[in-house]
């Protein structure tokens, strides 16, 4: 099983740049979720998604929108990239109801 | 919204020494989650807690759940240097939003 797959793994932006991180899960979890990480603030959750076609915002989503069509993927977008939102971004899977959560390999993102 | 605070946010300790990191949230929670995260790695789960003053023991890790939900601790036995990362821990406020906390990054000193 590949469990949470998460691209791209680096990624530098411009100012004002717009991108997708892309998320994927195979093991049928109903429950997503979107973190960044930035030194001495531990995991802040961005968004997250307790099933295909629900979403809800988290403790910091503004610049940041999501989707969840499907139950596998949860893609990560964002709107014009700011250098505040240089970050490592970590997607996560589980079965809902604060259980073991599975995280993708991270995404380390630059914006100059 | 629910905050979740660890202390202390670094520790540097001796091999052989123990190590403590304590969780504090401002709500009560459904449960809480302990994860490790090595050096450029990701969180990797560790543990679960459900029940009210609940204590589970993982060979020299052991976890304690607060009588009132809204606190833990991970307490680590003679710290040894793969005991290095961050870690965490994380709030289940009902069966849905998942907060993390703030973290404490552990250094083992040979």
């Known amino acids: 099983n590949a469990g949470v797959t998460q691209t791209p793994k680096f990624q530098v932006l411009k100012t004002g740049q717009s991108m997708t991180l892309q998320c994927a899960q195979d093991m049928n979890h109903e429950y997503m979720s979107w973190y960044r990480q930035d030194p001495g603030m531990g995991l802040r959750l961005i968004h997250y998604?307790?099933?295909?076609?629900?979403?809800d915002q988290g403790e910091v989503p503004n610049g940041y929108n999501v989707s969840r069509s499907t139950t596998e993927d949860f893609p990560l977008r964002l709107l014009s990239a700011a250098p505040s939102q240089t970050s490592v971004y970590f997607c996560?899977?589980?079965?809902?109801?604060?259980?073991?959560?599975?995280f993708g390999q991270g995404t380390r993102l630059t914006v100059v | 919204g629910q905050q979740v605070m660890q202390i202390p946010q670094y520790q540097h300790v001796q091999e052989g020494e123990d190590f403590t990191t304590y969780c504090n949230s401002s709500t009560t929670l459904s449960n809480i989650q302990w994860y490790k995260q090595r050096p450029g790695g990701h969180p990797v789960f560790l543990i679960q807690l459900v029940k009210s003053g609940e204590v589970k023991k993982q060979k020299r890790l052991t976890f304690q759940f607060g009588e009132a939900k809204k606190n833990s601790s991970l307490h680590i036995t003679a710290t040894q240097t793969t005991d290095v990362g961050t870690y965490f821990c994380a709030g289940a406020e009902g069966y849905q939003k998942v907060t993390f906390g703030t973290g404490t990054k552990l250094q083992v000193i040979p």
């Open positions: 998604s307790v099933g295909a076609g629900i979403t």
């Open positions: 996560a899977s589980s079965y809902p109801g604060g259980v073991e959560a599975f």
